[in-house]
């Protein structure tokens, strides 16, 4: 790379900087660490009812078992912090006390923790524990109990549960097209490759714990509240995540009792979920029930929309997610109308899962936009079009940038859209039934606060410490390329160091809001250092005096401007000190309070139904994007295939089945519950605009990693109806929805 | 998992000594993971994955299998892709390359159901403790029995490769503890759960498969096809076994195995025969299906897989008229 380049390194498509470690196992995930001293196995023994108390357990056997060296329970499990207590610490930084008391808080809680030297010797000493419950008729099914629904004090993602603009119920009367529906969205695990897993150790009285977890900060608060500790005192350790999605926001049972087991035995324990362990001891997005009402005129123009949700909460842990708030930001309309009821209910944790609101909102609310659209007799990439607001219907707000009609019009040439109303069941490719499908993709882009740390040393090589984590997204190489960027360096004398609680605290990832926030604080801390060089440079030569710290570039160990050059050993020798050493901290500007800011995209899909099974196939996923300026974009390429991916799953074959007679998921493996294979990706394109919203941060960019999801799920779903005639009113959508469609069409 | 013995045997008749008290290992594709969750406790595994049981050989009486050659070996073999092609397509239909590596064909026959009230062991299950009750019947039911279920059990096989062998009218050869062997066809290997659905099969305790003789002049032509949500690493909704030949325009010899919809794979016997002589045509295929299906009974979430297989019935038997021999859904 020349120097020329090197002014540019945001946007190249470099390869991640942590690939060869990933590939050849080197990179140490938080169960693969291993410390001075040998861990202990822990193993989490599971509820095996839904609601009630522990009548009694016993734990002889298992004490007895071979190799065993601690079995906890309510009985003896060391005194923690109360479930949920520290609660303005934010649901991830509350207390998570796990073994508690004798309550069972929802099936696959844990009564009983095993500790042995193996995992094995751990495993089969919990099959051996005992126990016996009064069980309690327990809540499994908001909508089973919608009589006791409320709304919720606070929402994931919008700022009030209920909203609207206009009169929602005047002008729906008044519109003459309408569509009126109801959904059903299905409860799902995130399903990440790592499990949730840890290793904690103890050194006097400081705990040090090796975690899959996405915001070290949080974990931190998190686990010293629960074990009424200082944060000082904990630390956390996270440099390799294998996949988030939202799961690892906060901590999760295995976390506690890990250092739970590991102060009593003085001894690290580690422990990794299983599969199975997930679906209750992992966080999961629970089922929504919702209602969509559209109006409109004749010609196709938005008159109304109502957004409504039902869904469940777990009781204790406060996390409603916005399925409907989107609705006030899409498209322009005379009154817009969300609401959102939450049932509390004695099921697993609820919590974020990609795209949290946005994933299972579009799902829905495109899906009736296309129906309307069909009534109206006008194209579906038309009717969006011809909604486009001027301004952000639900708040009046300007966009910062409204890129979805380019989105629109870009993804139909390259998809080959052919424009006209929806006509079902019209095309055939041998014994496959054809249809295309639409939606637009909208996801909030959020900055947090965020910290950043660099030290530049004199041999020209610079370090960032942040407590920043990669979980798969590229996050190493990307701030890497920011560094090089703002210092005019080579991204080869750049070393990242993440996912450690020693270091600068930032945001985490989650909520598409990692790049943006902390590139935004490492681009801070690299012009800090640029102010440093120069006026140090300044004090030892007056040359430098007046410059513009903006034109200083970093040649190997040596700093220039124009035809000044200096060593950077020689300005450290002459002032003092070993490092150029710089800190920043950023937060959020005002436009993001006065501006309506989003990414956008719009999804084409095309899938083919069997005639004969009504088998689904999707043959081809087109998404043309817009999410600010562009970091890296083989990175983003993968993120926002990855969400595409993920909304293949939503459209057609995620769910967790629960039974609600025990509360109990059942479909608890990967065999049963079915994301995506190889062989339900088809072709997917993907397409980004080249953006830049200075609204946003001063990198131009916005959130990347939910976007992908949003839109792809409707627009396979309106290529099911397009193919079939079926519209899709829960998911995922199976063959036994479509099979009376395709039996009307073909006999 | 409970601490047990672990055994290799060095041939079938070590191996059957050794197995009285346990449970044989071959691939350990599905044993293993029931082991790890108690539900499977056998006090000793008989590794029998070492046995020269991994041989195919070609003879008069048909082809030989031996019961360690693993699913991605046979489906593979050149004897098997031209003679038997519907036992390749089900074979690859079948899980993914990983496990089909590791599995065997003496264990995919064995391996256990897929219903979700099996592996949970806070449900009742007849199957996994007898007498316990049946948590599926008014539960989550949708993968469950269409044919032959009773009210003790709605559980399905789950294999793809047994549908196959009981259309082709494989034959399972068996070494027994006391030295003695039998022949079982393929099509009698598994049994209906009637009241004692612990027994998935007719084999005795310590009963080792060695072999699976595949006759030597199957009908010519094949088909089968898995109807499945997910494209790939997915049990079968429904799936189906077809072979026949065409001789003066009529159908002859034809065999039918459903998949997916019974405690075992289930030869659809009425729809053979109505079809066996038969010219084909729409009208003869649909009254097959409704002959097979008449008997069947839905569960609630799986009602439409008697709709389904009855059009899978029909599409097979077009498909196959037609001279196409498989299909890649």
Not at chain 1, 629 to 646: C, D, E, P, V, W
Not at chain 2, 14 to 19: H, K, T
Not at chain 2, 50 to 71: M, Q, T
Not at chain 2, 262 to 289: C, I, Q, T, Y
Request: proline share 4%.
């Amino acid at each position: 790379m020349n120097q020329q380049d090197s002014r540019n390194w945001i946007g190249k498509p470099l390869d991640r900087v942590d690939g060869p470690a990933k590939v050849t196992g080197q990179a140490t995930y938080a169960a693969d660490y291993r410390g001075a001293r040998a861990a202990s196995i822990g193993f989490i023994v599971e509820a095996g009812i839904g609601k009630g108390r522990i009548s009694s357990i016993d734990t002889t056997a298992a004490e007895a078992s071979d190799g065993v060296l601690l079995v906890l329970s309510h009985k003896n499990a060391p005194e923690q912090a109360p479930f949920g207590s520290h609660k303005d610490a934010g649901r991830f930084g509350q207390s998570h006390a796990a073994l508690e008391n004798d309550r069972v808080k929802y099936h696959g809680a844990p009564v009983a923790f095993v500790v042995a030297e193996t995992l094995e010797q751990a495993r089969h000493a919990a099959h051996l524990i005992e126990v016996k419950y009064d069980i309690e008729a327990g809540v499994f099914d908001a909508e089973a109990h919608e009589e006791d629904a409320v709304r919720p004090d606070s929402l994931d993602g919008a700022d009030e549960a209920d909203k609207e603009t206009g009169n929602f119920e005047k002008t729906f009367d008044k519109a003459p097209v309408t569509v009126e529906a109801e959904y059903h969205t299905p409860a799902q695990h995130a399903s990440a490759m790592e499990p949730h897993a840890t290793v904690a150790e103890w050194s006097e009285g400081k705990l040090t714990v090796h975690m899959a977890i996405q915001i070290l900060s949080d974990a931190r608060k998190g686990l010293a509240h629960t074990l009424k500790m200082e944060p000082g005192d904990v630390r956390i350790v996270s440099p390799f995540i294998g996949g988030g999605f939202g799961s690892k926001l906060g901590i999760h049972n295995e976390a506690v009792l890990a250092a739970l087991a590991a102060r009593e035995l003085d001894r690290p324990v580690r422990v990794a979920q299983t599969r199975r362990n997930l679906f209750s001891n992992g966080p999961h997005r629970t089922e929504h029930r919702q209602r969509l009402k559209l109006g409109a005129d004749t010609d196709g123009r938005l008159l109304a929309i109502s957004h409504d949700s039902l869904a469940a909460m777990a009781r204790g842990y406060p996390f409603a997610e916005a399925a409907g708030g989107l609705t006030q930001s899409s498209y322009a309309a005379l009154a817009i109308r969300m609401r959102h009821r939450i049932v509390e209910a004695d099921i697993p944790k609820v919590d974020s899962m990609r795209a949290p609101g946005e994933a299972i909102g579009t799902l829905t609310f495109e899906s009736a936009i296309d129906e309307l659209a069909e009534r109206c007799g006008v194209d579906p990439v038309q009717f969006r079009l011809l909604n486009e607001p001027e301004t952000e219907p639900g708040s009046g707000k300007p966009f910062s940038t409204r890129p979805l009609a380019r989105c629109l019009s870009e993804g139909a040439a390259s998809f080959g859209w052919r424009s006209g109303p929806v006509r079902p069941g019209g095309k055939r490719d041998g014994r496959w039934l054809v249809g295309h499908g639409v939606a637009a993709a909208i996801r909030s882009n959020n900055i947090e606060p965020a910290g950043a740390e660099a030290s530049l040393s004199r041999d020209g090589r610079l370090t960032l410490k942040l407590d920043m984590t990669d979980i798969g997204t590229g996050t190493y190489t990307i701030l890497g390329q920011i560094a090089a960027e703002a210092l005019g360096m080579q991204a080869g004398m750049i070393e990242v160091r993440l996912g450690d609680s020693d270091f600068a605290e930032t945001c985490g990832s989650g909520g598409s809001f990692g790049a943006g926030s902390t590139g935004t604080a490492v681009h801070e801390a690299c012009q800090n250092i640029r102010a440093d060089i120069l006026s140090r440079a300044a004090r030892i030569d007056a040359g430098w005096s007046g410059v513009n710290s903006g034109e200083l570039r970093l040649d190997g160990d040596r700093v220039s401007v124009g035809d000044r050059s200096l060593p950077l050993g020689d300005i450290l020798d002459a002032v003092g000190g070993e490092t150029f050493h710089c800190k920043a901290h950023i937060k959020a500007g005002d436009a993001h309070e006065t501006m309506a800011q989003y990414s956008y995209g719009a999804l084409f899909a095309e899938v083919g139904v069997d005639t004969d099974t009504a088998e689904i196939r999707l043959r081809r996923l087109l998404g043309v994007f817009d999410a600010g300026r562009i970091l890296n974009r083989k990175t983003a390429h993968s993120q926002l295939m990855g969400g595409m991916i993920f909304g293949i799953g939503a459209a057609l074959l995620e769910e967790s089945l629960m039974d609600k007679r025990y509360g109990a998921f059942m479909n608890r493996d990967l065999a049963e519950y079915h994301i995506a294979v190889n062989r339900d990706v088809p072709r997917l394109e993907v397409h980004m605009l080249d953006g830049f919203d200075r609204h946003s941060n001063p990198l131009g960019s916005k959130g990347i990693g939910e976007l992908g999801i949003c839109g792809a799920g409707p627009a396979i779903a309106n290529a099911v109806y397009d193919a079939t005639g079926h519209r899709a009113r829960k998911f995922p959508v199976h063959i036994e929805d479509v099979l009376p469609a395709v039996s009307r069409l073909v006999g | 998992m409970k601490p047990f013995d672990y055994v290799r045997a060095g041939s079938a008749q070590d191996a059957v000594r050794a197995g009285a008290e346990g449970r044989f290992l071959g691939g350990g594709t599905n044993l293993v993971d029931l082991m790890k969750l108690e539900i499977e406790k056998p006090d000793r595994l008989v590794d029998v994955s070492r046995l020269a049981s991994d041989e195919i050989e070609d003879g008069v009486e048909g082809l030989r299998v031996g019961a360690g050659v693993s699913n991605s070996a046979l489906a593979g073999h050149p004897l098997v892709r031209e003679r038997y092609p519907l036992l390749s397509t089900a074979l690859l239909s079948g899980a993914t390359q990983q496990l089909r590596n590791k599995a065997t064909v003496g264990g995919n026959f064995l391996q256990r159901t897929r219903c979700q009230y099996f592996y949970d062991v806070f449900r009742a299950c007849n199957k996994r403790v007898p007498g316990s009750g049946c948590d599926a019947l008014d539960g989550i039911n949708r993968f469950h029995a269409i044919l032959g279920a009773s009210e003790r059990c709605i559980a399905v096989h789950p294999s793809d490769m047994a549908v196959a062998m009981a259309a082709l009218d494989a034959t399972v050869e068996t070494l027994k503890p006391d030295g003695s062997t039998r022949s079982i066809p393929a099509r009698s290997l598994h049994r209906l759960p009637g009241d004692t659905p612990q027994f998935d099969h007719v084999l005795e305790t310590g009963e080792l498969i060695t072999h699976v003789v595949l006759p030597a002049s199957p009908p010519k032509r094949q088909f089968y096809r898995k109807v499945r949500d997910r494209s790939s690493y997915a049990f079968a909704v429904v799936s189906i076994a077809v072979a026949f030949d065409l001789e003066g325009g009529r159908i002859a010899n034809v065999s039918i195995a459903l998949g997916g919809v019974a405690h075992k794979p289930w030869r659809a016997d009425r729809a053979e025969s109505v079809l066996e002589g038969g010219s084909p045509s729409a009208e003869l295929f649909a009254m097959a299906a409704e002959a097979e299906l008449a008997r069947a009974v839905g569960q609630g979430h799986n009602d439409f897989k008697i709709d389904l297989s009855k059009r899978l019935i029909v599409a097979a038997l077009r498909d196959l008229s037609e001279g196409k021999r498989e299909i890649a859904a």
